[in-house]
Protein backbone atom coordinates (compact mmCIF):
# COMPACT_ATOMS: atom_id res chain seq x y z
CA UNK A 1 0.00 0.00 0.00
CA UNK A 2 1.43 3.53 -0.78
CA UNK A 3 2.71 5.61 2.18
CA UNK A 4 0.36 8.38 1.42
CA UNK A 5 -3.18 5.81 1.42
CA UNK A 6 -1.53 3.94 4.49
CA UNK A 7 -1.89 7.74 6.09
CA UNK A 8 -5.22 8.70 4.99
CA UNK A 9 -6.15 5.11 6.04
CA UNK A 10 -5.02 5.95 9.43
CA UNK A 11 -6.44 8.90 9.86
CA UNK A 12 -9.70 8.41 8.92
CA UNK A 13 -10.02 5.08 10.88
CA UNK A 14 -8.74 7.27 13.81
CA UNK A 15 -11.07 10.11 13.55
CA UNK A 16 -13.73 7.74 12.94
CA UNK A 17 -12.65 5.25 16.23
CA UNK A 18 -13.06 8.63 18.04
CA UNK A 19 -16.42 9.44 16.69
CA UNK A 20 -17.68 6.34 17.55
CA UNK A 21 -16.21 6.77 21.13
CA UNK A 22 -17.93 9.87 22.00
CA UNK A 23 -20.92 8.42 21.09
CA UNK A 24 -20.03 5.44 23.29
CA UNK A 25 -19.30 8.12 26.10
CA UNK A 26 -22.30 9.70 25.63
CA UNK A 27 -24.73 6.69 26.94
CA UNK A 28 -22.30 6.01 30.38
CA UNK A 29 -23.06 7.44 33.61
CA UNK A 30 -20.27 10.26 34.54
CA UNK A 31 -18.17 9.34 37.68
CA UNK A 32 -18.56 11.86 40.18
CA UNK A 33 -15.27 10.56 42.09
CA UNK A 34 -13.14 7.82 41.93
CA UNK A 35 -15.71 5.95 43.42
CA UNK A 36 -18.04 5.94 40.63
CA UNK A 37 -15.11 4.25 38.34
CA UNK A 38 -16.57 0.44 39.05
CA UNK A 39 -20.07 2.13 37.53
CA UNK A 40 -18.35 3.31 34.70
CA UNK A 41 -16.25 0.78 33.49
CA UNK A 42 -18.95 -2.33 33.96
CA UNK A 43 -21.48 0.25 31.81
CA UNK A 44 -18.76 0.74 29.22
CA UNK A 45 -18.36 -2.93 29.10
CA UNK A 46 -21.87 -3.52 28.15
CA UNK A 47 -21.67 -0.96 25.64
CA UNK A 48 -22.03 -2.54 21.53
CA UNK A 49 -20.38 0.98 20.53
CA UNK A 50 -17.33 0.92 23.16
CA UNK A 51 -16.81 -2.17 21.33
CA UNK A 52 -17.14 -0.83 18.08
CA UNK A 53 -14.52 2.04 18.98
CA UNK A 54 -11.92 -0.70 20.60
CA UNK A 55 -11.87 -2.97 17.05
CA UNK A 56 -11.19 0.01 15.40
CA UNK A 57 -8.46 1.73 17.83
CA UNK A 58 -6.74 -1.93 16.99
CA UNK A 59 -7.01 -1.62 13.19
CA UNK A 60 -5.27 1.78 13.69
CA UNK A 61 -2.45 -0.01 15.55
CA UNK A 62 -2.04 -1.97 13.16
CA UNK A 63 -1.97 0.45 10.36
CA UNK A 64 0.23 2.63 12.62
CA UNK A 65 2.71 -0.42 13.04
CA UNK A 66 3.15 -0.53 9.33
CA UNK A 67 3.71 3.53 8.79
CA UNK A 68 6.34 3.97 11.38
CA UNK A 69 8.02 1.16 9.79
CA UNK A 70 8.37 2.76 6.71
CA UNK A 71 8.50 6.21 7.20
CA UNK A 72 10.29 8.50 9.63
CA UNK A 73 8.58 8.68 12.44
CA UNK A 74 8.65 12.45 13.06
CA UNK A 75 7.33 12.73 9.66
CA UNK A 76 4.74 10.17 9.74
CA UNK A 77 3.39 11.63 13.02
CA UNK A 78 3.18 15.42 12.17
CA UNK A 79 1.64 14.20 8.41
CA UNK A 80 -1.30 12.47 10.67
CA UNK A 81 -1.24 15.01 13.26
CA UNK A 82 -2.51 17.29 11.01
CA UNK A 83 -5.01 15.40 9.31
CA UNK A 84 -6.56 14.28 12.49
CA UNK A 85 -6.74 17.78 14.05
CA UNK A 86 -8.80 19.28 10.74
CA UNK A 87 -10.83 16.28 10.04
CA UNK A 88 -11.48 15.51 13.48
CA UNK A 89 -12.49 19.29 14.37
CA UNK A 90 -14.61 18.95 10.99
CA UNK A 91 -16.38 15.81 12.26
CA UNK A 92 -17.22 16.93 15.16
CA UNK A 93 -18.78 19.86 14.62
CA UNK A 94 -20.71 17.96 11.58
CA UNK A 95 -21.69 14.95 13.66
CA UNK A 96 -22.18 16.69 17.36
CA UNK A 97 -22.70 20.01 16.73
CA UNK A 98 -19.17 21.01 18.27
CA UNK A 99 -17.86 24.58 17.67
CA UNK A 100 -14.27 25.65 17.17
CA UNK A 101 -13.35 29.76 17.89
CA UNK A 102 -11.39 31.49 14.73
CA UNK A 103 -8.13 31.46 17.06
CA UNK A 104 -8.47 27.47 17.32
CA UNK A 105 -8.79 27.45 13.77
CA UNK A 106 -6.05 29.65 13.00
CA UNK A 107 -4.14 26.95 15.07
CA UNK A 108 -5.64 24.42 13.06
CA UNK A 109 -4.56 25.50 9.80
CA UNK A 110 -0.75 26.69 11.50
CA UNK A 111 -0.08 23.00 12.70
CA UNK A 112 -1.17 22.27 8.75
CA UNK A 113 0.98 24.64 6.78
CA UNK A 114 3.72 23.13 9.39
CA UNK A 115 3.16 19.81 8.35
CA UNK A 116 3.11 20.43 4.23
CA UNK A 117 6.41 22.16 4.93
CA UNK A 118 7.94 19.32 7.05
CA UNK A 119 6.87 16.50 4.48
CA UNK A 120 8.29 18.32 1.40
CA UNK A 121 9.99 15.64 -0.60
CA UNK A 122 9.44 12.99 2.34
CA UNK A 123 6.11 11.49 0.82
Do not use: C, H
Not at 1 to 19: C, D, E, G, H, I
Not at 40 to 48: G, L
Not at 82 to 106: K, R, T
Amino acid sequence: MPMKLLLVTFTVNAVVSQLILRRATRLLPVPADMGGLPRFIASAAVTPWMYAALVLQVIGYVLWILIVQREKLGVATASVGAGFYGLMALSAWAFYGEALSALQWAGILLVTLGVIFITQGQL
